[in-house]
């Protein structure tokens, strides 16, 4: 029984490592893609390329002065940022990210490239846990007792909310194709070919389905088109106006962290995980690595994906954003899954 | 072991519960609140019924008490009355009906025939799937008629709210 | 017309519709007079012919059925008339004195409007038609239909002049008097169906006589119940304040009804039923008390009346109280004689102070009267000869009927009647000073409108005149007869054979000997048992005497020059008893507090207390207010606040569960 | 299939739920704000879905009712749908009664009062 | 026509006539009005038809309706029949219906088309109550009379008509409830012994007559259900301590709805005692006679006591007819073949006597509009013809022989002679009082001086009335000189009703 436990907390481990060294690099892809972008350089004084910009940054913030304003709802106040972080670190516990069963470590059978291997429910764990991301804006945004962070929760809040109704209608088709919460089978569903040539990857058949995921998913983690909360020309910060040094970092980090679930979800969903057309991989440790390194790819192009994005579109006005979530995205993703349901009852999904 | 996650579980519920209700804040009423059904859903779970988990912590944790939170920062509530504030007869009174009953269900439950409980058979794979047929099977009528009841409400809600316009 | 005595009520009541049609047309007198006098008067024929008939044939009583009337369960009454002698006499008088006062109506009612003079006559008709029915009537049933159509008749015609008060309320309370009476009689007849299982004369009566011990009980019993309809009837003691105020009427009316006809019901039923009353000792005697009393209490207190009619009327109630007296002491065929001889001059008094109040212009006070002997000649002597009569002067009518019945009372006193000899003395000695004093009230009448000088204003003396023929001829024909009358019933003591004395011979088959056992000796011992002759002359020697005693006095104190003097002196002395009689004892007054006001007292009582207050007040709007006070207090348990209810939503959970368990 | 056994007492389900309820009631019986009633009434309904699962996860056991297990948990389902439907009406109410009267003190909305 | 439909055309015909009038549209007053006439005429007719095809030898129902299950699961069904006391009464309605008509053609001047509807609606539901063999077909149609006449007082009544109609209402109410309590207890016993659900009258009448009898008031089921039943028919009568609501209804009651209130809406609680309580309940009958004898004699004379000093003509009335149905009462209690015959024909006779007195003080009511005795005074003189009418009734209600007064009340008092002697006593003083409070009220009316100006312009009674009353006087007449064609026909009826 104890294996298990080891078993799980090395895994648990590897993943928060990867995740947190993830931030960093985010961070200077992001600096140097928007400099890229907008051609100019972007940080490139500290170490090769800037490459140790971030790390300079997160000393920055770790040293700032942990100021608390006063007038401030003191215990909230400090009760956000950590909520922010841990829902975010929580929800890839179910995010296999490789292809593992039947491998051993140290002779005990390690069920697969997830932390949590027979929790039935994944996605339904992952739309829990994003509800409670809700919780740490809107308190933060309420414990900060200034007009315009709260104001900036409400707002994020709202639009999280709508876009969730989104997001869960979208992946509701795929999950109709996969028949299973398990993210893995979802991902061992989307192996072969569909109508002959085009490999099964979800994106093809559910096009719609996918699209609208995207869009909910950039909404879900504020990212540029739909960054209005903390739009940094009229609500100055947003909600976390009134954070600064180890809080504000924690809820930067919680932001990106959401963005590698983000893109991780889309990947797995949408575009068969870690499998590639024509290619099956073998068993054993190799398969597991070479199904490793077809993930990080996608992942990262993904990622790529965001910050490309949030470079190059305009943002939306918040009466834009919530008519387009509520009037375009909700009806999008119900004819997706009206769709998959009509194609799937006709057998050709 | 499970039992132990479960009178965590179930302590984290009634400590929380208590906060839920006493405290003067009514954020940290809701937020008390959230844990609760955290720990309820923690209960659920352990006890083999992981959909009802799910659905627990996305409907009321993050639907209902998100919507309880709006509704606070709308009326701006910032702190509430002590409880059993006002007319104290009628607060003792209460809680001493409220114990009263308490202790009346206590009594009946002792009576019952201890039992071992189990997870429902069928469900090793999650029960999400023999509910989700079931819903549309055998209860498929009272599975509509929710539905109809949360547009009313949905509609309810919204004719109610609105500011009066003319 | 044996065959059809129906016709002879229906002729009247044909002429009542005539009269009741052409006062609605408003057609002339003379049709009135032809339709009402004219049915009368074929009435009178028809009866006059029946009796003819009925005396031609051998047989006692004759009943004619023509239809069942009431017939429910044992109680049956038919409609049935019957004759028989005393139908006979009742009739023929009745027909007879009814059918001269229409004639004397005619002249008297003249000065009528139209349609008033119809209605009078309407009325006239309708009374003749019940007096007929009554007689007519072959059981108690449809007797007391008669009885009381009189009574209605009476109520009619004495509120003639309905637009005066008085007369309005005199005849209410007329009516309401013989209601009291009928009340009785009504009981009566119950109790003859309950006791005999039927109320046709020849039926129950030759039951009664048949087993008289059986009945004697409740015989008594009927006989008092039927004497209480009598008296109110015709006004004894008790129920007799009606008919004074009953002259508030036209005279003729007071001559009919109130001399004539109706008053003489009441002795007419007893005589009928005397079958009843013989088996019945107790009730014979009751009748005779009160005949007695009645007869020196209204003799009385006619001694001090002014007004005209008001002495004849008490006289009237005085000479009834003697009929009675006569039929209490078992002299049936007497006290009938003195009806009929009392109908005639009785009816010639009345009729006679009639043209006098007609001469005198309405005015009926005596002491403004006077010295009329000159201007109204044939209406003073026929007066005379009535006043002769009923003062029980020998060859008059009055002598001989009033005189038969002393005698007996005397001869039942002397043969101790049911053991009360004594009783019957003293009611003879009643009847005695009754005679004296009607002798005198009578002259005292006659001296003060008749002789001396006119006391009236001057306008009303030379308004003085003799009545026209219609109204002095009638006069004289009552006249005659209350001087022939008499001969009818002349004792056996005067002409040796007892046939000879009709109206006795004529009315024995009415009273139908009694079975076996004492109560048959009763019987006989008052009929035949008569005292030696030598008695019988003394008593005639003494009632002649009486009377002649009480003229003289009457005209010692009214007649001559010094007339008026002895009464003024008499009254100075006895000023409280003169005021006592002239008021009439204040009996009216007594009646008026001793039962009409605490009886509007009660009533008003009843209303207001018992009827608003009690059941209305307290029960039904009591209830209504008793369920808002209960919404009162229940309203207090809404205190409308929401933790309130919470709260008791609360307790009832913990309630149900403890319960439950 | 036998169903495996999990070692929790039912009973002790029970008793969780009881005291919560209690204090549900407690909360709603004694808090004068509305929605702070609300909030409690929300944990005594969760309560009660204590109860229906405890028992869904104690019957569940008796190989007799196994067919049924499933409903204690529809059940369940059902009344977190009617929950949210009434938490969502409740606090419209509430808005509204704030609306009206700037204050949701319970105490002082007594105009069904006689 | 078929014989057995008679009774059925008889019954609901009236209110097939309130369908058709209720097409007829209101603002057609004068249409309203003759149609309403000619129904009830027709009806009077259909009813004389009835008396014709009735056979008087026959002591039970006859002309029997086909028994139509109404409502089978109970055992209710829509039966009617008719017997000698029933005709009797249904030839009154009948007879009385057009008699209001005629009598309300002026004084109904708004909502004419109501009138005439919830007047013949009254009709069907109180020919319906005297003719049904069911017990709940009867309290049906006993419910529905006091609808239309709740209406009838309500709307075209006095001044302080609401509250008259209410207390009519409720107290009648009150009464009928009760009854039907009992009337569900019956049809339970009945059940009991036959295990078959019936609310047949003949099956309740075996049911009623089996309900034991306890030692006390409270423990003797037939002493209670009897109780019930009694009390609902006294307050109808009404009987002496239930009798209040009797003034108010007839003072604000317009004249039409005073004649059917007074003419038949009070002989159904007569009828009802002696349908139901007499043969039903005969131990429970025997127990409770003294007491009703009293009520009845105290109401003959209370009633005519309370009369004597009534300001209001219509008041006064009001309680002679609690003194009249005094007797009524006197004779059913009395229980002999007279007395209850002497009854059932006193019925009839108060409701011509009385409804032809409300009649015509309606029509000096018409002309003065008041009713208070003071108001008038020697209008004899201004109305003869008129003065001659309201005598006549006025004799035939306080009883003299040769009208029908006298009948019904001779029959009554010497039928109870031979049981009740000291009752009838009592009852014979009422005659007395009866004759005092009619005389004076026509001695301050009619006789005396002529005091009020206003009356010198009445105008005598113009031929309608005449008309109206007509009926009434000629009946009035009939019956006092030739009652044998009235008793006749209840003959066979009393004496079987009287045998058990």
């Known amino acids: 029984m104890w294996a298990d436990a080891i078993v799980t907390l090395i895994k648990l481990a590897v993943v928060i490592g990867v995740l947190l060294t993830t931030v960093p690099i985010m961070v200077w892809v992001e600096r140097r893609g928007s400099a890229l972008i907008q051609d100019r350089l972007g940080p490139n004084r500290v170490g090769p390329w800037g490459l140790l910009q971030p790390v300079v940054d997160a000393v920055k913030l770790i040293t700032k002065e942990n100021l608390i304003p006063d007038g401030v709802d003191h215990f909230l106040y400090i009760l956000a940022p950590f909520i922010a972080l841990a829902v975010a670190l929580s929800t890839f516990i179910v995010v296999p990210f490789g292809q593992g069963d039947g491998l051993t470590l140290f002779g005990s059978k390690i069920h697969g490239f997830i932390v949590a291997p027979d929790l039935n429910i994944g996605i339904l764990y992952i739309f829990a846990l994003a509800a409670f991301g809700v919780y740490s804006i809107v308190i933060a945004g309420w414990s900060s007792n200034n007009k315009y962070s709260l104001l900036g929760g409400i707002r994020s809040s709202s639009q999280m909310i709508s876009y969730e109704l989104a997001m869960t209608i979208s992946v509701v088709g795929v999950l109709m194709a996969s028949s299973s919460f398990r993210l893995d089978q979802v991902v061992m569903a989307q192996t072969g070919t569909w109508l002959g040539f085009i490999p099964k990857w979800n994106v093809f058949p559910q096009i719609i389905g996918a699209i609208t995921f995207m869009v909910a998913a950039f909404a879900e983690t504020n990212r540029l088109p739909f960054d209005l909360p903390e739009a940094e020309a009229e609500l100055v910060a947003g909600y976390h106006t009134e954070y600064s040094s180890m809080k504000f970092a924690s809820f930067f980090m919680a932001e990106y962290i959401n963005l590698v679930t983000s893109s991780a979800l889309i990947v797995l969903l949408f575009f068969g995980g870690w499998t590639l057309p024509g290619l099956t991989i073998p068993h054993g440790w190799a398969g597991a690595i070479l199904s490793l390194v077809i993930f990080a790819a996608k992942v990262a192009f993904f990622l790529w994906f965001f910050v490309w994005i949030r470079w190059t579109l305009p943002r939306f006005r918040f009466d834009q954003l919530m008519a387009l979530g509520w009037k375009v995205m909700i009806p999008l993703a119900v004819v997706n899954f009206l769709w998959v349901g009509v194609a799937m009852a006709l057998g050709i999904l | 072991m499970v039992t132990y996650v479960f009178l965590a579980a179930a302590a984290l519920a009634i400590v929380f519960g208590i906060l839920a209700i006493a405290h003067r804040s009514p954020i940290i009423n809701v937020l008390s609140l959230v844990v609760v059904f955290f720990a309820l859903a923690a209960i659920y779970a352990v006890l083999g019924m992981d959909f009802l988990a799910a659905i627990q912590l996305i409907v009321y944790a993050g639907a209902v008490l998100v919507l309880f939170l709006f509704v606070i920062m709308l009326l701006n509530i910032r702190s509430v009355d002590r409880l059993g504030s006002g007319r104290r007869l009628q607060a003792i009174l209460g809680a001493l009906t409220s114990i009263a009953i308490g202790a009346a269900v206590v009594v009946a439950i002792a009576t019952l025939t201890p039992a071992q409980g189990a997870v429902a058979p069928g469900s090793q794979g999650g029960t999400a799937f023999p509910i989700g047929r079931s819903l549309m099977t055998t209860h498929l009528l009272p599975f509509e008629l929710v539905s109809l009841l949360l547009v009313a409400a949905l509609v309810g809600a919204l004719v109610l709210a609105r500011k009066e316009t003319r | 017309m044996l065959g059809s005595l129906w016709i002879i009520p229906l002729l009247p009541l044909i002429g009542f519709g005539l009269n009741l049609f052409l006062g609605w047309r408003k057609a002339r007198k003379s049709l009135v007079t032809i339709a009402g006098v004219g049915s009368v008067g074929l009435a009178t024929i028809a009866a006059y012919w029946a009796i003819i008939g009925y005396l031609e044939q051998p047989a006692r009583v004759i009943v004619e059925r023509y239809f069942t009337w009431i017939s429910a369960g044992k109680i049956t009454v038919d409609a049935a008339f019957q004759i028989d002698p005393l139908t006979v006499v009742m009739m023929a008088f009745v027909t007879f004195v009814g059918f001269l006062i229409h004639v004397y109506s005619i002249g008297y009612m003249h000065g009528e409007s139209d349609t008033a003079y119809a209605r009078f006559f309407a009325y006239m008709n309708l009374f003749m038609f019940s007096m007929l029915v009554l007689v007519l009537g072959s059981s108690l049933p449809l007797m007391f239909v008669g009885w009381e159509g009189v009574g209605l008749c009476s109520y009619l015609l004495i509120g003639f002049y309905f637009e005066d008060t008085y007369c309005a309320m005199s005849g209410k309370k007329a009516f309401i008097a013989n209601r009291i009476g009928d009340v009785g009689f009504v009981l009566g007849i119950f109790a003859t169906f309950a006791v005999f299982g039927s109320a046709d004369f020849t039926r129950f009566l030759p039951i009664a006589a048949a087993h008289p011990q059986q009945y004697a009980g409740w015989a008594t019993a009927i006989g008092l119940l039927l004497f209480v309809g009598a008296t109110g009837k015709s006004a004894q003691i008790p129920l007799y304040v009606w008919l004074p105020d009953a002259m508030a009427g036209p005279t003729p009316v007071s001559a009919l009804i109130h001399a004539a006809t109706m008053v003489t019901a009441g002795v007419y039923m007893v005589v009928r039923c005397n079958v009843i009353y013989r088996i019945g000792p107790a009730a014979l005697l009751v009748v005779a008390i009160v005949g007695g009393l009645t007869a020196i209490y209204a003799a009385s207190i006619a001694v001090a009346q002014n007004d005209i009619k008001k002495v004849l009327a008490y006289s009237t109630i005085s000479q009834l109280g003697y009929m009675f007296l006569g039929a209490g002491v078992g002299a049936f065929a007497a006290a009938i004689f003195h009806v009929v001889t009392h109908a005639f001059f009785k009816a010639l008094l009345f009729l006679g102070a009639g043209s006098v109040i007609h001469a005198c212009s309405g005015n009926q006070d005596m002491r403004t009267m006077g010295g009329l002997r000159k201007v109204m000649p044939t209406t003073y002597w026929t007066f005379l000869a009535a006043t002769l009569a009923i003062s029980g002067i020998f060859p008059f009518a009055g002598f001989f009927s009033k005189d038969e019945i002393l005698g007996r009372t005397f001869a039942a006193g002397a043969s101790n009647l049911h053991g009360f000899g004594w009783l019957y003395y003293i009611l003879w000695f009643l009847g005695i000073t009754a005679a004296f004093i009607t002798a005198f009230y009578m002259f005292r009448l006659v001296y003060m409108t008749f002789h001396g000088e006119f006391r009236g204003t001057e306008e009303e003396k030379h308004h003085l005149h003799e009545s026209p023929w219609t109204m002095t001829l009638p006069l004289q024909v009552l006249g005659v007869l209350s001087i022939i009358g008499g001969f009818i019933g002349i004792p056996k003591l005067m002409t040796g054979h007892a046939s000879w004395n009709l109206i006795e011979h004529f009315l024995d088959p009415v009273v139908i000997p009694l079975g076996t056992g004492h109560a048959a000796e009763i019987a006989a011992g008052v009929s035949e048992h008569s005292a030696g002759a030598g008695i019988e002359w003394l008593l005639l020697l003494v009632s002649l005497s009486i009377a002649v005693a009480g003229i003289l006095v009457a005209r010692s104190f009214y007649a001559g020059e010094h007339a008026f003097e002895k009464p003024a002196r008499f009254v100075e002395r006895y000023p409280l008893l003169y005021k006592l009689i002239l008021n009439k004892y204040y009996i009216d007054e007594v009646y008026d507090k001793v039962v009409i006001q605490p009886l509007y007292r009660f009533a008003r009582f009843c209303w207001k207390a018992i009827d608003t207050i009690i059941i209305d007040g307290v029960i039904v709007n009591g209830t209504a207010f008793m369920t808002e006070l209960t919404g009162d207090i229940l309203r207090f348990l809404q205190t409308g606040n929401v933790r309130n209810y919470a709260l008791s939503v609360a307790m009832g959970v913990l309630l149900l569960i403890v319960i439950l368990w | ?114 | 026509m078929h014989i057995e439909h008679l009774l059925t055309f008889v019954t609901l015909g009236p209110a097939a006539g309130a369908l058709i009038l209720a097409f007829i549209p209101g603002r057609l007053e004068k249409v309203q009005r003759w149609a309403a006439l000619l129904i009830s005429l027709a009806e009077f007719a259909l009813s004389c038809l009835l008396w014709a095809n009735f056979n008087p030898d026959i002591a039970g129902f006859q002309l029997q309706t086909a028994k139509v299950p109404w409502i089978p699961q109970l055992g209710i069904s829509y039966h009617l029949g008719i017997d000698g006391i029933s005709l009797l009464l249904v030839m009154l309605t009948t007879l009385l219906m057009p008699v209001v008509i005629i009598a309300s053609w002026r004084s109904i001047s708004e909502h004419v088309k109501a009138f005439h509807i919830s007047l013949l609606m009254l009709t069907t539901a109180m020919l319906g109550a005297f003719v049904s063999l069911d017990v709940f077909l009867f309290y049906v149609f006993w419910e529905l009379m006091l609808i239309p006449m709740y209406f009838i007082i309500g709307v075209w009544g006095g001044p302080r008509r609401i509250y008259a109609a209410v207390k009519f209402f409720i107290y009648t109410m009150v009464g009928s409830v009760l009854m039907l309590v009992g009337i569900l207890y019956l049809a339970y016993s009945n059940h009991l012994q036959t295990h078959v659900w019936s609310f047949a009258y003949s099956d309740l009448l075996k049911a009623g007559r089996q309900l034991q009898m306890g030692h006390s008031f409270f423990t003797s089921p037939q002493m209670l259900v009897f109780a019930a039943f009694a009390l609902a028919f006294a307050i109808k009568v009404p009987m002496f301590p239930f009798h209040t609501w009797l003034p108010d209804a007839h003072t604000e009651a317009p004249t039409g709805g005073s004649i059917i209130l007074a003419g038949v809406l009070l002989k159904l609680g007569t009828y009802g005692f002696l349908r139901y309580n007499r043969p039903m309940f005969p131990d429970a009958w025997h127990a409770f006679v003294p007491l009703i004898l009293v009520l009845a004699v105290i109401g003959i004379l209370y009633g005519a006591w309370v009369a004597l000093v009534q300001p209001d003509m219509k008041k006064l009335v009001a309680y002679s007819s609690v003194s009249h149905l005094g007797f009524v009462m006197l004779g059913l209690a009395a229980g002999t073949i007279a007395s209850t015959e002497g009854a059932v024909l006193q019925m009839v006779n108060h409701g011509l006597s009385t409804g032809a007195l409300f009649l015509l003080v309606g029509v000096i009511y018409e002309r003065r509009h008041t009713r208070m005795i003071a108001d008038y005074g020697g209008i004899a003189r201004v109305v003869p013809v008129y003065t001659g009418l309201f005598l006549l009734v006025t004799l035939s209600s306080i009883g003299l022989p040769g009208l029908n007064g006298f009948v019904g009340e001779f029959l009554i008092l010497a039928g109870t002679w031979r049981r009740y002697p000291v009752a009838v006593i009592f009852a014979a003083l009422g005659l007395i009082f009866g004759a005092i409070y009619m005389l004076w009220m026509v001695q301050r009316v009619f006789w005396n001086p002529f005091t009020h100006e206003e009356n010198k312009s009445l105008k005598d009674i113009n031929l309608r009335e005449v008309l109206a009353v007509a009926p009434l006087v000629i009946f009035i007449v009939w019956i006092g000189v030739h009652p044998t064609t009235f008793l006749s026909p209840m003959e066979a009826a009393v004496r079987s009703l009287l045998m058990h």
């Not at chain 4, 109410?93 to 003190?105: S, W």
């Open chain 4, 1 to 114: 299939m036998n169903p495996t056994m999990i070692p929790i007492p039912s009973a002790w389900i029970l008793y969780l739920s009881a005291v919560l309820f209690v204090i549900g009631a407690i909360g709603v019986l004694l808090r004068r704000n509305g929605i702070s009633i609300f909030l409690a009434l929300e944990l005594m309904l969760n309560s009660a879905n204590l109860a229906f699962a405890s028992f869904a996860f104690r019957f569940a056991g008796a190989s007799a009712t196994a067919a049924h297990a499933l409903n204690g948990q529809i059940f369940i389902f059902f009344i977190i749908a009617v929950a949210a439907a009434e938490a969502a009406v409740g606090l419209a109410l509430f808005i509204a009664m704030y609306r009206r009267k700037e204050t949701i003190d319970v105490d002082r909305f007594n105009i069904l009062r006689w």
